[in-house]
């Protein structure tokens, strides 16, 4: 039996949310919007790093099939054994792609994390990334994630703890990228 991802006690945080985009965990009701974009960029994601030989993308996968995926993605939320987050354009609700937390293939890492985008949105897959990297850093309990680097230029350094302060990322203009937003006193 597959222990939790996260340790016993931990609050999940909530889905994060940016001006350009907000999660949402992955489920069921995902499953057209899902199926379609995932279908219509099989060979961008797998040319997204962290995909290359995983198997996935399949070539092919029904809408059922598809679903019965999502409905497992869904119950290991609900387990904590994983966390996948739906992608969803926060002005038109567009589905933009996913993003995943599951448990480390080695014992190098503590957590698997990968992220994907529709191909016709690919410049948001260095912005998605930093913010997961950031998100990762003060959100989330693990220390060695496994998130294959991508091109951007901005290194957000790590934390030993979160900051009681901390709300989320600031995405929207450049310049707030990484920023830690803090509360006053």
Known sequence: MQQTLVPEGFTIPPPLSTNEFRFEP???QHNDADHQAWTSSVDHIRRTPGFSGRGW??????PDENRRDLERHANHFISRKGFTYAVIDRLNGEYLGCVYFYPARTEDY????????R?????????????VTEWLKN??????????????????????????????????APEGFGRVLRRSP
């Open 57 to 62: 993308p399949a070539d092919f996968l029904t």
């Open 119 to 131: 191909a016709d949105r690919a410049h948001l897959d260095e912005v998605i990334h930093g913010v």
């Open 110 to 117: 503590d957590v698997d994390v990968r992220s994907w985008v």
């Open 26 to 28: 992955l489920g069921s």
């Open 139 to 172: 959100a989330w309990p693990w220390t060695k994630p496994e998130y294959a680097a991508r091109n951007a230029s901005v290194t957000v350094e790590r934390r030993r703890t979160r900051p009681k302060s901390w709300i989320g990322p600031s995405i929207g």
